[in-house]
């Protein structure tokens, strides 16, 4: 199998029409059998569920090409199970998760040549997606869904080093308290870019969201989760019913405890205690942790001790840990790795 002819070190984070993406369609109360194809269009009826109503839930998880030159997934059915709960919280039919597995294997096979080579730095970005594609004026859930998969190569994230990010606390709300928080879904997407935009005319990287009962505790950024380090190299992480259950997140909590014998706490973290805080980081499959430097509470700013120069030191070593057990040079534990190619 011969490679793409890409510039893999400089492709950066967008969108690549690839070879195959994989379709099943939901109808009549069940799914069809799904097949790879080379269409990367959807055609839908005018009045389908996603167009009214938004019904739609996606995930984010990428493969690897590993030092020994296999393609391998990162705990995919971790993915599939949290898909599974997104499509279930929004009234759709879960797609299998065995179904989900064997769609991920069947489009990066098809797309090998797709996968960055190791040590480029890049790798391929897989989107699941499902949505209603039937046709609701009313409101309610759609009786026709359908699932996709594509998948499209992305540069490294952090080119000429991992640069720590400045953060704003945003004073709109991305979830309710009994609200879809803690679902993957484009709703809690379209409803944040006002304020990525504010946030980034501003001179902000990211914004960090509080809690919308009481603005007083740390939740998210909208796209990735928190990891904070404490003077004394404890690990804790923001507790919260609205917050979405990051899969890099969990996993780093493993790394830190049984890689790096570190403690681990998750509670609710107060906005007043961040600056006791010596490192932070944001936890997400397309950077797995990117280190934030400063974080401005309405004109107050919270400098972290590692600084606006690089990775802390706690923060470099799980990141170090975690690329290493995705690219194959480090024991990953039982079933982390999903052998494709
Ligand atoms: C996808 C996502 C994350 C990160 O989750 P990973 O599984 O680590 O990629 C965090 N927050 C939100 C809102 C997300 O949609």
Redesign the pocket.
């Known amino acids: 199998m011969e490679k793409k002819n890409l510039d893999w070190s400089n492709i950066g984070f967008s969108y690549m029409t690839t070879d195959k993406r994989y379709v099943a369609n939901y109808k009549d109360g069940q799914w069809g059998p799904g097949e790879l194809t080379s269409d990367s269009t959807v055609v839908l009826n005018e009045c389908a569920g996603i167009l009214q109503y938004c019904q739609e839930c996606f995930e984010?998880l990428k493969a690897y090409t590993t030092a020994d030159g296999s393609i391998v997934t990162f705990r995919p059915d971790l993915n599939a199970e949290r898909m599974m709960d997104s499509a279930a919280w929004l009234e759709m039919p879960p797609f299998p998760k065995e179904r989900f597995l064997e769609a991920v294997d069947q489009v990066v096979k098809a797309n090998a040549a797709w996968v960055p080579p190791y040590g480029s730095g890049a790798t391929l970005y897989l989107r699941p997606y499902m949505f209603a594609s039937g046709p609701v004026i009313g409101v309610k859930p759609a009786t026709e869904y359908q699932f996709r998969l594509f998948v499209t190569p992305v540069g490294p994230y952090f080119k000429g080093g991992a640069k720590p990010l400045t953060l704003c606390v945003s004073d709109f709300d991305r979830a309710a308290p009994h609200g879809s928080g803690h679902i993957?879904a484009g709703l809690?997407y379209a409803m944040s870019l006002h304020a990525s935009v504010l946030a980034h005319e501003a001179g902000y990287d990211e914004n960090l969201f509080p809690d919308s009962a009481t603005r007083t505790y740390v939740e998210?950024t909208?796209?990735?989760?928190f990891l904070f380090i404490t003077k004394d190299h404890e690990v804790v992480t923001p507790q919260s019913g609205s917050i979405?259950p990051?899969?890099?997140?969990r996993s780093l909590v493993y790394v830190a405890e049984h890689y790096l014998g570190l403690k681990v706490t998750q509670r609710p973290v107060k906005l007043s205690e961040l600056s006791e805080f010596a490192e932070c980081g944001l936890?997400?499959?397309?950077a797995v942790i990117s280190p934030v430097g400063k974080i401005v509470d309405h004109g107050k700013e919270i400098c972290f001790a590692s600084g606006m120069d690089e990775m802390g030191e706690i923060t470099r070593k799980l990141y170090d840990t975690l690329t290493g057990i995705q690219m194959g040079t480090v024991e990953a534990p039982k079933g982390w790795i999903r052998k494709i190619v």
Request: proline share 0%; hydrophobic share 25%.
């Open positions: 984010g993957k809690n998210e909208g796209g990735a989760n979405l990051s899969i890099t997140r936890c997400g499959t397309a």
